[in-house]
């Protein structure tokens, strides 16, 4: 559960913050971090709406669901971007799309 640690020290969280964000007891979040017992769905269901991130994501990095989606040529941030896309309406979806093409066209731009 290193993703975990790492996300927890990036948000200057505790175990015990993370716990009451994802309505989780905190002796269930200590047990997982140190890696007593495997994070099942509910406990990652918990930590995915505390961390306010898709539970897919979570789900993969706790190793529950394969790590990539078939086109996405291993690169876990496609496969972040499509999680996180699953969520949005077709305007926000589209919106995100309007935002990618402009970092494309600025960086295939010519000389």
Same mark, same amino acid.
């Given at each position: 559960?290193?993703?975990?640690? !790492?996300? #927890?020290?990036?948000?200057?969280? !505790? !175990?015990?913050?993370? @716990?009451? *964000? @994802?309505?989780?007891?905190?002796?269930?979040?200590?047990?997982?971090? *140190?890696? &007593?017992?495997?994070?099942?769905?509910?406990?990652? !269901?918990?930590?995915?709406?505390?961390?306010?991130?898709?539970?897919?994501?979570?789900?993969?990095?706790?190793? #529950? #669901?394969?790590?990539?989606?078939?086109?996405?040529?291993?690169?876990?941030?496609? $496969?972040?971007? #499509?999680?996180?896309?699953?969520?949005?309406?077709?305007? &926000? *979806? $589209?919106?995100?799309?309007?935002?990618?093409?402009?970092?494309? *066209?600025?960086?295939?731009?010519?000389?």
């Amino acid at each position: 559960m290193d993703w975990l640690k !790492s996300e #927890l020290k990036k948000r200057g969280w !505790s !175990s015990r913050e993370l @716990a009451g *964000r @994802a309505g989780l007891s905190s002796g269930s979040i200590a047990h997982v971090l *140190r890696g &007593e017992r495997g994070a099942g769905f509910d406990v990652c !269901s918990g930590i995915a709406r505390a961390l306010e991130l898709p539970p897919e994501e979570i789900y993969r990095l706790a190793g #529950l #669901l394969p790590r990539l989606e078939a086109g996405t040529e291993a690169d876990p941030t496609i $496969q972040a971007v #499509l999680d996180r896309l699953k969520y949005l309406t077709p305007e &926000e *979806r $589209q919106e995100a799309l309007n935002l990618v093409d402009v970092v494309y *066209r600025r960086k295939h731009k010519g000389p």
